[in-house]
């Protein structure tokens, strides 16, 4: 730009820096978030002899699938089956979000979702899941799970955990009556239900309802158990609830129906009633 003294001035303009500076932020909202969905992205890590196996292009022989989604459902299995030693670990899948990121005190294996094979009958699969499965991963954990299993043939049940004031009916529902088991199944289910279906409406949410829509759209047998509980935490009363479930597949699943108290003490966390007023 030319002055009326003929000096030449550079241009200087603020919209091009400004433009700049817009495309530097973006960038790297970008990449943040880049590094955020990797981050977030669902982890499955297998035995080597599995691992070996998926390699080569085979899936896992499955006809039972047990998956227990929540604490008490998790612990049932520890305690009434996978007590027994009866059963390999063979895998897990990494989870990782704001909720469910490792407790102090806690190996990686415990915060994450452990998969299990029966020794005598391999095609028998059970897997806990007792961390919290964020709805952005929900899809890809299911989709990452089941391309790994063969579905022909495959039967899936569903333990999972909610509170009992979810709980919708027109009736009034005292304490008394809790816990309960409600149940939903896909349309490829061809057995009888060991409770009464869930009435609406009520609906099924989380990893359980992710995987019985998987199931539903691929055409596989598959069940969801709900248990309504009233009670937060590990309780021996509401794992006692899913014992029917268990020991209608006692044809592959063997059900211990006494666990021995040290068993239990491992997973039920006795509460102490303290005063909050006073010290």
Same mark, same amino acid.
């Given at each position: 730009?030319?002055?009326?003294?003929?000096?030449?001035?550079?241009?200087?303009?603020?919209?091009?820096?400004?433009?700049?500076?817009?495309?530097?932020?973006?960038?790297?909202?970008?990449?943040?978030?880049?590094?955020?969905?990797?981050?977030?992205?669902?982890?499955?890590?297998?035995?080597?002899?599995?691992?070996?196996?998926?390699?080569?292009?085979?899936?896992?022989?499955?006809?039972?699938?047990?998956?227990?989604?929540?604490?008490?459902?998790?612990?049932?299995?520890?305690?009434?089956?996978?007590?027994?030693?009866?059963?390999?670990?063979?895998?897990?899948?990494?989870?990782?979000?704001?909720?469910?990121?490792?407790?102090?005190?806690?190996?990686?294996?415990?915060?994450?979702?452990?998969?299990?094979?029966?020794?005598?009958?391999?095609?028998?699969?059970?897997?806990?899941?007792?961390?919290?499965?964020?709805?952005?991963?929900?899809?890809?954990?299911?989709?990452?799970?089941?391309?790994?299993?063969?579905?022909?043939?495959?039967?899936?049940?569903?333990?999972?955990?909610?509170?009992?004031?979810? /709980? *919708?009916?027109?009736?009034?529902?005292? =304490?008394? &009556?809790?816990?309960?088991?409600? %149940?939903?199944? #896909?349309? !490829?289910?061809?057995?009888?239900?060991?409770?009464?279906?869930?009435?609406?409406?009520?609906?099924?949410?989380?990893?359980?309802?992710?995987?019985?829509?998987?199931?539903?759209?691929?055409?596989?047998?598959?069940?969801?158990?709900?248990?309504?509980?009233?009670?937060?935490?590990?309780?021996?009363?509401?794992?006692?609830? /899913? *014992?029917?479930?268990?020991?209608?597949? =006692?044809? &592959?699943?063997?059900?211990?129906? %006494?666990?021995? #108290?040290? !068993?239990?003490?491992?997973?039920?966390?006795?509460?102490?009633?303290?005063?909050?007023?006073?010290?």
């Amino acid at each position: 730009m030319a002055t009326f003294f003929g000096e030449v001035l550079s241009v200087y303009s603020r919209a091009v820096e400004e433009d700049d500076d817009e495309l530097d932020e973006i960038e790297e909202d970008e990449q943040i978030r880049r590094e955020l969905e990797e981050k977030r992205e669902v982890h499955l890590h297998w035995s080597p002899e599995v691992s070996e196996s998926l390699k080569s292009g085979n899936k896992l022989q499955c006809s039972d699938f047990i998956l227990a989604v929540g604490q008490n459902a998790s612990s049932f299995l520890s305690v009434h089956i996978l007590s027994t030693p009866n059963w390999d670990t063979i895998g897990r899948a990494s989870v990782w979000n704001e909720r469910s990121r490792a407790v102090t005190g806690q190996s990686c294996e415990e915060s994450a979702c452990v998969f299990y094979r029966h020794k005598d009958n391999p095609t028998v699969l059970i897997c806990q899941v007792s961390c919290y499965v964020a709805e952005d991963q929900l899809f890809q954990w299911t989709e990452k799970v089941f391309d790994c299993l063969q579905l022909r043939e495959l039967n899936v049940t569903v333990l999972s955990d909610t509170s009992v004031a979810d /709980y *919708k009916t027109a009736d009034y529902l005292g =304490g008394s &009556s809790a816990p309960f088991l409600r %149940s939903l199944h #896909t349309s !490829a289910f061809g057995d009888q239900p060991v409770c009464q279906s869930l009435e609406q409406p009520n609906i099924v949410t989380g990893l359980a309802a992710a995987v019985l829509n998987h199931c539903q759209v691929h055409r596989i047998a598959a069940v969801v158990y709900q248990c309504y509980s009233d009670v937060i935490g590990p309780d021996s009363v509401t794992m006692e609830t /899913y *014992k029917p479930v268990l020991t209608k597949l =006692g044809r &592959s699943i063997q059900l211990d129906p %006494s666990p021995s #108290t040290d !068993a239990l003490r491992k997973f039920v966390r006795t509460t102490d009633l303290q005063s909050n007023l006073y010290i």
